[in-house]
């Protein structure tokens, strides 16, 4: 089973996402939705993909549940709950049981927008992920340069837990890159249960400049870290459509991954997300 690990869906016309409000973004700013996404994944030989939230709302991983029960392509949904809620345990198994609460898989929250750096590390916070790995769900890690020394000792407090990076940490490319992110991605990896999507990264990049050659010491960076037993193909769309079509950003990556070998490529367009996220 060929698997996109990360992809979206939304309607601005219908919720807020404070994310999408800069002038840049206009391209993207409409509704996107399974008839959307189906002849894309068609073309490209995926055959199924994982949801993940857009914004800090419950009704919305409600509503991805329900679109995951209808949409047989969709095998899986991260979606959002408040770690810091008290009743957080009641809330996730509130989903669990609602329709389309077996394609629960995961959690996530935007924690790069946290003003706090430390923001995981928090008291609530490190409660609510205790609530999240006790019903076996995984959590992704939407966090940037700045917020990886937290990750990491996240991932050191919950050795037992499955957790996910994505987009690479969302790597300067557009600047050449950094060593602190190189340094820090290393050592995040060396926790043993954490996951890398090799995802967004074009965004991250100059739009209208890059190709697969300038994205590769990227992915090359993180598949020596990870191995390839930990590494996640992620089309990021519809986000990537600022950058490239869904064509042009699974080739690149693609490409990206065959010069690392015909098992990395194999196992990150498929078996290494269903382990991450324990698929059906």
């Not at 557009?174 to 999507?197: F, H, M, P, Q, Y």
């Not at 190709?211 to 960076?221: K, M, T």
Request: a negative charge; proline letters at 5%.
């Amino acid at each position: 089973m060929i698997i996109d690990g990360h992809q979206h869906f939304w309607d601005p016309a219908r919720a807020d996402y404070p994310w999408m409000e800069a002038e840049e973004l206009t391209p993207i700013r409409r509704a996107f939705g399974p008839a959307d996404l189906a002849p894309l994944l068609k073309a490209n030989g995926i055959d199924a993909s994982i949801l993940v939230q857009c914004r800090s709302a419950l009704e919305e991983t409600e509503e991805f549940l329900r679109i995951a029960q209808a949409t047989p392509s969709v095998i899986g949904v991260v979606g959002w709950a408040d770690l810091t809620d008290a009743a957080l345990d009641e809330t996730l198994d509130r989903l669990r049981a609602a329709p389309g609460g077996d394609r629960l898989v995961g959690i996530r929250h935007q924690v790069h927008d946290e003003a706090d750096p430390d923001w995981l590390l928090r008291e609530d916070v490190q409660r609510g992920l205790t609530a999240v790995f006790a019903r076996g769900l995984t959590y992704d890690l939407l966090v940037r340069t700045r917020e990886l020394p937290s990750a990491v000792a996240t991932a050191q407090a919950f050795p037992q837990a499955r957790f996910v990076l994505d987009h690479a940490a969302k790597p300067p490319i557009a600047n050449g890159g950094s060593d602190e992110w190189t340094d820090r991605i290393a050592a995040l990896a060396a926790c043993g249960n954490v996951w890398c999507k090799i995802s967004g990264l074009a965004t991250e990049a100059v739009w209208t400049d890059w190709d697969a050659e300038r994205l590769f010491p990227f992915v090359e960076h993180a598949a020596k870290c990870f191995g390839e037993d930990r590494l996640i193909f992620g089309s990021d769309w519809p986000v990537c459509l600022l950058a490239g079509s869904y064509g042009e950003i699974k080739g690149a990556l693609e490409a990206c991954l065959a010069r690392l070998g015909p098992t990395v490529q194999e196992k990150a367009f498929g078996a290494n997300a269903e382990a991450a996220y324990r698929l059906a």
